[in-house]
């Protein structure tokens, strides 16, 4: 995820452990302690993408590809990351020194309060589509939950709004909430919210402000925040596997001679019902695997695939007749020649580590599942000709996700 959601995640469940925990003697330690579990939160909720400062032990785009969600993106490697959030907290905090020392709730609380960061991290990252390898070093392979699109203003709403209604200075509390919808309304003029997405966040907005105003804790408004986001994962579940399934059987009947390996689905934000993906076809017998990337909609009579969110679809090639299903484009690629560079170069060899939908000529390897973000496919690799150039070091050993197109080559 974004690290916005993240601090805002991190920030609503570190007020909910501050507000879950009986209140400290002295009004200064628990204004002390208030500040300490937010901010432990928040830092625990970023802590494992300072990974990006790993990003240069390797050529890019590798260093970015294999260290970014790397080994501090797993559990193993969480518990040094704590350990080292924490003496930050104890060393350069003279006054949360001195509570934590006297207080046990506040012990206790600031470690609910990382281990939940880093809990969070962890398993909001797991939600998309780019993947996380949490059981390294017992499991090197990669884990996707093709549930959440990577910037989901959801969360923003769910936590965003009972704290900013938390907020001890009143003057600054609708001055959040306006920011808050501008961001909201900005998100959706750049095409990237549906009208009805923006609606529903206004309304999910308004419910829980109203629910605040009339009294209603900031406990349970923020527990109710926890279990709207928990409802939100697990409608994208439900919705992803719908739609994969739908994927596979559109994508056999078309080609019945390919075996459909893997879909990877992305989700729109805010959009149960619309879904990108990226699948990827063998078939042995020609040596050949195939790419598609298209759109699909769940329910075509509430929401056409023309109606999704425009900045992040592509104009389409081919469009089933009930508006349910629409393919982009389609790649066609040489199972000989990409288990070859497999073998032969080192760097489409590490590259392999990442690709999960792995687009490879003589000249470029790319990732499919980025060929339409607004920077541009940042995993574009150039393959070398002749495959002389000398070996990248620190590459982490990293399950491959296309072992099933590259066994012959691995063994």
């Not at 760097?347 to 499919?368: E, Q």
Request: with cysteine.
């Amino acid at each position: 995820m974004d690290n916005l959601t993240h601090s805002f995640v991190g920030l609503g469940v570190g007020e909910l452990v501050q507000r879950s925990l009986p209140p400290e003697a002295d009004p200064a330690q628990q204004r002390t302690r208030h500040r300490l579990l937010l901010m432990a939160c928040a830092a625990a909720s970023n802590f494992p993408d300072l990974d990006l400062f790993l990003t240069r032990l390797l050529p890019n785009p590798l260093g970015y590809l294999l260290h970014h969600r790397g080994h501090t993106h797993t559990i193993l490697y969480a518990l040094p990351q704590a350990l080292l959030l924490l003496a930050f907290l104890w060393l350069l905090w003279p006054n949360a020194r001195a509570l934590l020392r006297s207080s046990r709730p506040a012990r206790l609380g600031l470690g609910i309060a990382i281990v939940a960061g880093f809990a969070l991290h962890l398993s909001m990252d797991f939600l998309n589509s780019y993947g996380i390898h949490p059981f390294y070093p017992l499991n090197n392979g990669w884990f996707y939950g093709d549930m959440v699109f990577i910037v989901e203003p959801v969360f923003w709403v769910a936590f965003g709004v009972p704290l900013a209604l938390a907020i001890p200075w009143k003057f600054l509390r609708w001055p959040a909430l306006a920011l808050l919808a501008l961001v909201l309304c900005y998100f959706a003029g750049k095409g990237y919210l549906s009208p009805a997405s923006l609606a529903a966040l206004f309304m999910l907005g308004g419910a829980i402000a109203a629910l605040r105003l009339m009294h209603m804790h900031s406990r349970r408004a923020l527990a109710l925040a926890l279990v709207i986001s928990f409802g939100f994962v697990g409608l994208q579940a439900a919705a992803s596997h719908a739609g994969r399934q739908r994927i596979e059987q559109s994508l056999q009947a078309m080609d019945p001679q390919s075996r459909v390996l893997d879909v990877a689905m992305t989700a729109f934000p805010a959009q149960p019902l619309c879904w990108s993906f990226v699948s990827v076809e063998s078939n042995e017998a020609a040596g050949s695997y195939r790419l598609r990337r298209g759109l699909l909609s769940l329910a075509p009579s509430w929401m056409h695939v023309r109606e999704c969110p425009a900045a992040l679809r592509d104009p389409a090639q081919f469009a089933d007749a009930e508006g349910r299903l629409q393919l982009y484009s389609e790649w066609q690629g040489s199972l000989p020649m990409l288990r070859e560079l497999a073998q032969r170069d080192c760097h489409v060899n590490a590259w392999l580590r990442f690709a999960r939908m792995p687009a490879v000529d003589g000249n470029t390897a790319s990732d499919m599942r980025f060929a339409a973000t607004p920077r541009g496919n940042f995993t574009t690799l150039d393959v070398a000709g002749d495959g002389e150039r000398s070996c990248p070091g620190s590459v982490p050993p990293w399950g491959y996700p296309r072992a099933d197109l590259l066994s012959p080559a691995l063994r």
